[in-house]
């Protein structure tokens, strides 16, 4: 008996040792993040937080994976327009539409948010629920970046997949709080993330049920009805979740309403920004990037007590393919 | 060892015995619901469902509580119409507002839609998320229904709770799917019928993130946002959840496209109409009530193969103060 228990107690120090974030360095962020998860499911503590209540929010783009050159949802809806283009002739004359056929990124972007948009219902708007999940599966199961020629979806961050297993393993609940449309998150947030689709809130167009050849059918209409970032972020927790965040983590100012929302609850809080500053293994642009911007976040975080991660510095690895 | 063995097969054998739906009558319906969930919980059989896969949404009002003489959700509207009246002496003139002082329910509903919008966005805009579930959280603890002088949440029904009692033990993940407001239910629906605040999809007014006095609140603005009812349930399903129910519990035409779509579905489906004919116990109305009218959903439960419960037959109690 006593054997068992010998065994039982080194097997317990065994699993204590391990290490759930290996791709972080020992730096202040990784020391923040230990510290809170073990005060909040510490039972008794005086920050101990119910099981139901440890929520944890998570932008997608910057955060989870990368958004650069430009936000990964564009390639998508650019290959939807190459795609389309037949049924349009018009579109080689009409910005952004134009400038995607031609392959012309800056030309695209010069059609600002709007052109944007448009671009967006254009490869949207028709299409039922069921249409647009199977052209996404399609889409991230075999779409490659154009520089890193690498499967988007191998474009994660490590670390915070890492992140997401250690707050799953102590009872957290976590979610996807994006800019990005819901539709183009959810074929794939599961296998990836580990997050269900319905833990997934980003942006939507309307949508309206009918019946189609005697089908029921949810289709997209040609209007947004929703954006989910900067002040749309806390609505969208709301409307979605009904209970405040304890934990937030972002990469840019789009965030910045979500960690303010994080940070005013009354009990313990984490808000974690990642701050893109490794041009060799990623990108590095923060204050003045069209992508991600981060310059009133990174004024506001000091004050706030907000978690400033150096990709540079506080990461071993970014990718799960730099690995060794 | 032998006596364990006996000992634990007799133990598993009570626990079989127990009837999970004991207010329900050995009827038709019943008899639907249990074989509908011990198929999709049987592992190996070619109808099983996984876990996560297992979502069922509810209607809340006629479904899950009452809702006559109008739904309850009015009641709090009037008596917050009351409690501001002093600030809007105009209310004493116009209407639905005036006929809201005077007691006069057939007046106010008079208004009509558009009226009975006016009263709900009247009563909820420029109130903080915070302050309206307050509001909603001591009203629901201490106010009465009219007749029966009963709290409202004691008004619901009891085979009701027993059947999201038993989905829950199988591993489904209930949804309220109601017309009414999302942040008029939050409040009380955990505690009453063991739904999460995350888990409750209804209707709601545009809100707007803001800095009011230092502090981040989300206020209510005087739009509708969205009707979560009729051809708005499958889309707020869609949006909230993101996968396609495979139960659906209503009593009302309000619920019928939310039924067909989750009929159409692949695999197996439950689709239950709870039929409001009890008079005695209840209420009795159907065809051609304003209030939870069931109609064309009447007409097709036969062909689609839903459920129709009779309240009066099917059930041996309505309300839980009704047990022995």
Request: aromatic content about 10%; hydrophobic content about 40%.
């Amino acid at each position: 008996m006593k054997s068992i228990l010998v065994l039982l107690l080194l097997a317990n120090t065994a699993i204590a040792a391990v290490d759930p974030l290996p791709s972080w360095n020992n730096t202040a962020p990784k020391k923040s993040i230990v510290a809170f998860v073990e005060k909040v499911t510490k039972p008794g503590s005086q920050n101990f937080v119910p099981l139901k209540e440890r929520v944890a929010t998570f932008d997608n783009d910057g955060t989870l994976w990368s958004e650069q050159p430009v936000y990964f949802q564009y390639y998508f809806a650019f290959d939807r327009i190459k795609a389309l283009a037949p049924q349009h002739p018009e579109w080689k004359k009409k910005e952004p539409f134009a400038s995607v056929l031609k392959g012309d990124l800056n030309g695209t972007l010069a059609s600002g948010d709007k052109g944007l948009m448009e671009m967006f219902i254009a490869t949207q708007a028709g299409m039922t629920t069921d249409e647009y999940e199977k052209a996404v599966a399609e889409w991230i199961a075999k779409a490659r970046h154009p520089q890193t020629k690498r499967l988007y979806s191998e474009m994660v961050f490590q670390p915070m997949l890492e992140l997401l297993a250690y707050l799953h393993a102590n009872g957290f609940k976590t979610y996807i709080v994006s800019g990005g449309s819901t539709e183009f998150m959810r074929p794939w947030s599961e296998k990836v993330y580990g997050i269900l689709p319905e833990q997934v809130i980003g942006s939507n167009i309307k949508t309206k049920f009918e019946i189609r050849n005697g089908k029921p059918v949810i289709a997209g209409l040609p209007n947004i009805e929703f954006v989910n970032d900067n002040v749309g972020k806390p609505v969208g927790i709301q409307n979605h979740i009904g209970r405040r965040p304890i934990a937030s983590f972002g990469n840019s100012d789009g965030d910045l309403q979500m960690m303010q929302w994080t940070s005013a609850g009354k009990g313990s809080h984490l808000c974690l920004y990642v701050h893109h500053n490794d041009a060799t293994r990623e990108w590095a642009y923060d204050r003045t990037s069209n992508i991600g911007r981060l310059d009133k976040g990174l004024d506001k975080a000091p004050d706030n007590g907000w978690t400033v991660v150096s990709m540079k510095d506080d990461w071993k690895v970014v990718y799960p393919f730099d690995k060794k």
